[in-house]
């Protein structure tokens, strides 16, 4: 088995209720015979260009790992997913899963220590 990322761009409306949208890929991954290792959730964003009617889309990132043959399997079933507007499947090195977790790990603390220093001025 291998690493994959999968990158999600999920209809701007599921902002509020995402967790139907990440149960509906991740069921998708899960029957394909891969298994979500991680999830990166960045929110709500702006795109570049517009899709469809939408300027905006919720963001995710996936670790999943999987055979290579899953990957065509969980494509096709993510292209007449209706949550999903785009995804993208790649195969990163090692040292990129490696920075992104050390990333998100420094996201956590600055906003950890943002909020304390909020709560302190008031």
Known sequence: MGKFELAVLYHPDLEIDLDKGADKVKKIVAE??????????????KLAYKIGENEHAVYVFYTVEMDGESVSKIESNLKITDEVIRFLVTKPDEKAIAKAKLAKSQRKKVDREDSKEESDKK
């Open 32 to 45: 394909c015979g891969g298994k979500v290792t991680d999830e990166d959730v960045w929110g709500k964003r």
